[in-house]
């Protein structure tokens, strides 16, 4: 079936380091890719989003490009902040449905 | 966008009690959805919530156990039935809006721990 796979967290970083944070899925069709994050104590918040091949979405410093080919949608940001500690969730859907199916989530911690 | 209000944001429960959650939204939606969250965990769907109809259960969960109802467009509740301690977790509301496409909104959820 359908899933998502992150790479294991927490990560810890210190503040201005580059961050990636590993996401691959397992799809028949065509989804639309999704990175949300957790910030502590809050509810779930959208980050990025991707619909198509090839397109590359992008919020707040963090990018993330929908790569069928290599069936990834790792997420980027070129110099992290203490602000960007939280967890952050990779997730898949299908228009039929609307079922969002959730990677495990990665931790992240930013240090000063 | 869309503004989701939960209540409650947080319970403790006694085990073999009852709890039910009320989802609140300020916009007219298409779907709305119930997600839970165990401790460390990720996002599991637990069902879809139709309006005027039974909702839509995932594998793994029950009406018995998690009776959901949505009366209108912008209103969805859902109970959590006879308790255990293994039903301590977050729970979620979600739904997607008349102007949304493909993007989920989700709620503040609903920290429940079961004593």
């Known amino acids: 079936g359908d899933s998502v796979t992150q790479m294991e967290g927490p990560v810890t970083l210190s503040e201005e380091a580059f961050l990636t944070i590993n996401c691959t899925y397992t799809?028949?069709?065509?989804?639309?890719l999704f990175w949300y994050v957790q910030y502590p104590g809050e509810g779930l918040q959208l980050l990025l989003k991707a619909t198509k091949a090839d397109d590359k979405g992008s919020n707040k410093g963090f990018e993330a490009t929908y790569r069928k080919e290599t069936t990834s949608f790792h997420l980027e940001k070129g110099s992290v902040q203490v602000s960007d500690s939280a967890v952050y969730f990779c997730?898949?859907?299908?228009?039929?449905?609307?079922?969002?199916?959730f990677g495990q989530g990665t931790e992240l911690s930013v240090k000063p | 966008s869309a503004v989701i209000s939960q209540k409650p944001s947080r319970d403790i429960c006694q085990r073999g009690t009852s709890l039910t959650i009320q989802c609140q939204v300020d916009?007219?939606?298409?779907?709305m959805f119930w997600y839970r969250q165990q401790p460390g965990q990720s996002l599991t769907l637990i069902a879809t919530a139709n309006q005027g109809s039974e909702a839509t259960y995932e594998s793994g969960f029950v009406i018995d156990k998690f009776p959901i109802s949505r009366p209108n467009l912008t209103f969805s509740t859902l109970t959590v039935s006879n308790m255990s301690p293994e039903d301590s977790s977050i729970y979620l509301c979600?739904?997607?809006?008349?102007?949304?496409?493909?993007?989920?909104?989700f709620g503040p959820g609903t920290r429940l721990t079961v004593l």
């Open positions: 997730a898949l859907l299908y228009n039929q449905g609307g079922k969002l199916i």
């Open positions: 916009s007219q939606v298409t779907m």
């Open positions: 799809a028949t069709g065509y989804p639309s």
């Open positions: 979600s739904v997607f809006t008349v102007s949304s496409y493909n993007e989920q909104f």
